[in-house]
């Protein structure tokens, strides 16, 4: 298996409710992330996981909080959410044994804040 | 013909001529560097990638150059093919030894027929 997995593929919310997004990769991979990715934009790294620990953040805003419940998995939680939160959320992993490795990414969700 | 649109640089081509995607990088301590491919709906997918102790990298009808005078880097694909439009970004290792890539803009690649 050489894929990340996202689900769900589209979402839908209102600014009031609490929804996750999930992430699974089952290479191995020991260094896992969120990435954020505007319209015509690059991606923005949110959040990265090593080892299963938080050892990034990149200033995101409390309303988005990520887990790792092991080693394959990886949610991200989403809480009073606004409109302009609405993007394509990248999910992404790598090997744990240096950083000169590329990520191999899943196909995203596509998160609407109405 | 290349362009620059409000958001995202697009780059033109005739199907069969070769393309050169460009690239500035931001930090000149950046020590690896990768090139993806997003195509629509999709998260960008790993096309090459160069040490920053190299200067040019061939794969398979795609070449990376890297100049760390000018913290430039171009992506060159031969015989261009309609499967290769796509968005193309360049990533820097912008922190050595950790996992923290920073992307660049992009460029729009269309392939015209």
């Known amino acids: 298996d050489t894929e990340v997995t996202q689900t769900p593929k589209h979402l839908v919310m209102g600014m009031t409710n609490k929804k996750s997004l999930k992430c699974e990769q089952h290479?191995?991979?020991?260094?896992m992330y969120w990435y954020k990715q505007k319209a015509k934009k690059p991606p923005e790294l949110m959040f990265v996981?090593?080892?299963?620990?938080?050892?990034i953040n990149e200033s995101v805003p409390s309303r988005f909080s990520p887990e790792c419940p092991n080693s394959s998995l990886l949610n991200l939680h989403l809480h009073a959410l606004q409109p302009e939160d609405s993007a394509l959320y990248l999910c992404?992993?790598?090997?744990?044994?240096?950083?000169?490795?590329?990520?191999?990414f899943g196909s995203g969700t596509r998160l609407t804040v109405v | 013909g290349e362009s620059v649109g409000l958001h995202l640089p697009t780059l033109s081509v005739q199907e069969g001529d070769n393309s050169i995607i460009n690239c500035a990088y931001s930090?000149?301590?950046?020590?690896?560097f990768i090139w993806y491919k997003q195509e629509s709906g999709k998260g960008p997918q790993f096309i090459i990638d160069?040490?920053?102790?190299?200067d040019k990298r061939q794969g398979q009808r795609v070449t990376v150059l890297l100049n760390k005078t000018v913290k430039h880097l171009s992506l060159q694909i031969a015989a261009t093919q309609p499967g290769d439009s796509a968005v193309y970004f360049c990533?820097?290792?912008?922190?050595?030894?950790?996992?923290?890539?920073?992307f660049g803009t992009g460029t729009r690649l269309k392939v015209l027929a």
């Open positions: 990533a820097e290792n912008y922190s050595s030894g950790t996992y923290k890539y920073i």
């Open positions: 996981y090593s080892y299963e620990k938080l050892s």
């Open positions: 930090n000149s301590a950046s020590d690896y």
């Open positions: 160069i040490r920053s102790n190299m």
């Open positions: 992404a992993s790598s090997p744990q044994s240096g950083a000169d490795y590329g990520y191999t």
């Open positions: 290479m191995g991979h020991r260094a």
